[in-house]
């Protein structure tokens, strides 16, 4: 007889076919190997929870000290005087600084901080045990604590797990105590029949005395001032009664300007700002684009030390440039930078610089209400670094407008419809969020609204004004506060002395006009100009006397406008422009 050996399968089959059903026993073995085994992975997921938690406490205690620094050097870099502070040994260190007013003064210690200008007394951070400040003279080897010779200060914090989950966390970082010469912000303009620009440099609180900076060979009628992501520098171009466009450079560390280059004697127009500036985020170098006789624009490259060019740009253009705009991608490791052009035959067209050659060339408009009018403009998204131009079409109330993105341009979309068809259009991005906040300005000298979460999902638009001063000048300018992410609208009423404005936030849509400071005169010309890292919007304004005047927005009020200059060169168009330093 062959015996058949069973497999294990079919004894378990059997037993699972078995109408008795398996016995208690082995149900229990079951069990109890499966208990055995539960146990065995609750250690592993307890260890994995703890590990988390950890995480989660470090992450929020780092934050939180590095909140605390970036504060207390903010606050240290802005000041105008250290009045005291403690030695380098000592853990529970203060010091006493006097803010930009002259007058309101902050203390950071240990255990609070406390402003006379606009903070309550409160906590530093949590559970901080030790605070250090070593201070330091201009060669930042020797230490002090003389508050006359400090100009650099090492700050220390120490914070400590109050259950002892973690280990003690030290966290550093270095601040410079600002001085008169430190350079927030620079303004330049044209004076009278002046043939050299003025200009003034903001420290965060006063403007410096005019200087000049060098002779650009006319009237001055245009400006364009823009500042390096990488450097210490500034570069200005003019276009005025000459007809030649002139570009220089400043230096920031040697306060000189200089490589003055006289780019064409020929520019295509000079009424209309024909050319402009822009750098490269990632490398600093920057490119000059401007309209000459023909029907393609010329540029330079500047790589921080010298010029080349001219060089033309294809942009198979029936007309020639009239006005001209260049947008920089705002990634640190790109060298993307966006041409938009309104030429004299009335088209859009845009073209792509990669860091080496333009390209994706793209006709946007070939029928624009007037080439008169800047109502043409390109704006960057800070986080999806996609880029939108936009700009109106004769006889239509709706702007239109195409997305860069990912190398390629976009179909055509439409925006929202406005009143009339607009001579002027403004855009201005957030730096903290993808929206972008629109206005526009109409023949009937309506000014209009709008902002919108994306590029694709416009908002409401919203009428602000039906009487503005002009239609004819750009009397009106949108900005976006940094951190805030309130928008604003400002413009000149008519037959008035006031800055209109309106606000808009998450939770209004530009509800109410607001009355902002008297300039004295009414006002031909309206420029915002907002500082991508502050609160701060600093805003320019030209009067029928002439007078050019600067006004800063901060924490939801306007300052006393600081009358700059008496005599500009020019109210029907734009002799000055304001840049906040970058690097």
């Not at 089959?13 to 229990?28: A, D, I, M, R, S």
């Not at 245009?222 to 990488?230: D, E, G, N, R």
């Not at 607009?422 to 902002?451: C, E």
Request: charged letters at 20%; hydrophobic letters at 40%; proline letters at 4%.
């Amino acid at each position: 007889m062959r015996l058949i050996r069973k497999s294990p399968e079919d004894e378990m089959k059997k037993k699972l076919n078995n109408p008795e059903g398996v016995t208690f026993v082995e149900l229990l073995i079951v069990l109890i190997i499966f208990s055995i085994i539960l146990l065995m992975t609750i250690p592993f997921i307890r260890s994995i929870d703890t590990a988390w938690n950890l995480g989660d406490k470090r992450a929020e205690i780092m934050q939180n000290a590095r909140i605390a620094l970036d504060r207390m050097a903010k606050r240290i870099e802005n000041s105008t005087e250290i009045i005291s502070v403690t030695a380098a040994s000592d853990a529970n260190g203060m010091i006493v600084v006097r803010n930009y007013d002259d007058v309101s003064t902050d203390t950071f210690s240990r255990n609070t901080v406390s402003s006379t200008l606009d903070w309550n007394s409160a906590a530093l951070a949590d559970n901080i045990t030790s605070l250090k400040f070593t201070c330091y003279e201009s060669d930042c080897i020797t230490q002090t604590t003389d508050p006359k010779e400090i100009k650099a200060i090492d700050m220390e914090i120490v914070v400590t797990d109050p259950n002892n989950d973690i280990a003690p966390m030290k966290f550093y970082t270095r601040s410079f105590k600002r001085t008169d010469e430190v350079v927030v912000g620079m303004v330049a303009y044209g004076e009278g029949t002046v043939r050299t620009p003025r200009y003034r440099i903001w420290n965060g609180h006063t403007w410096s005395a005019e200087a000049n900076a060098l002779d650009m060979g006319g009237t001055i009628y245009w400006i364009a001032l823009k500042a390096c992501p990488l450097r210490n520098e500034f570069i200005l171009g003019t276009v005025g009664s000459a007809t030649d466009v002139n570009v220089q450079v400043y230096d920031g560390n040697s306060k000189t300007w200089g490589n003055l280059v006289e780019m064409t004697r020929t520019a295509s127009i000079n009424s209309r700002r024909c050319f402009d500036i822009a750098y490269e985020s990632s490398t600093g170098n920057a490119i000059v684009v401007y309209g000459v006789n023909s029907n393609n624009p010329n540029y330079y490259v500047w790589d921080g030390s010298s010029w080349s060019g001219p060089t033309a740009i294809a942009l198979g253009a029936s007309g020639r440039p009239y006005w001209v705009k260049l947008r920089a991608n705002p990634d640190t490791t790109s060298d993307e930078i966006i041409l938009v052009t309104l030429d004299s035959a009335n088209d859009v067209r845009a073209a792509v610089w990669n860091g080496s050659s333009w390209g994706s060339v793209q006709l946007m408009e070939n029928n624009v209400g007037s080439s008169a009018y800047e109502d043409a403009d390109v704006a960057y998204e800070p986080i999806s670094k996609r880029a939108m131009v936009i700009w109106s079409q004769n006889g239509n109330v709706t702007p239109q407008y195409r997305v860069w993105s990912s190398g390629s341009w976009s179909a055509e979309y439409n925006a929202t419809a406005l009143t009339a068809q607009p001579r002027w259009i403004q855009l201005s991005p957030s730096s903290s969020m993808d929206s972008i906040v629109f206005g526009s300005l109409d023949g009937s000298s309506d000014v209009s609204a709008n902002t919108f979460a994306s590029i694709v999902s416009w908002g409401n638009d919203v009428r602000v004004e039906q009487t503005a001063e002009v239609a004819t000048r750009r009397c009106f300018d949108v900005g976006f506060e940094a951190f805030d992410r309130t928008a604003i609208i400002c413009w000149s009423l008519s037959s008035n002395h006031y800055i209109q404005y309106r606000l808009c936030s998450k939770n209004s849509n530009w509800p109410t006009t607001l009355t902002g400071p008297d300039l004295g005169n009414d006002i031909q010309i309206v420029a915002l100009y907002p500082d991508f890292k502050t609160n701060d919007i600093m805003m320019g304004t030209i009067t029928d006397d002439g007078d050019l005047e600067f006004t800063m927005w901060n924490k939801g009020s306007w300052g006393t406008p600081n009358k700059l200059c008496v005599n500009i060169s020019t109210q029907l168009y734009e002799p000055f422009m304001f840049a906040y330093r970058k690097n």
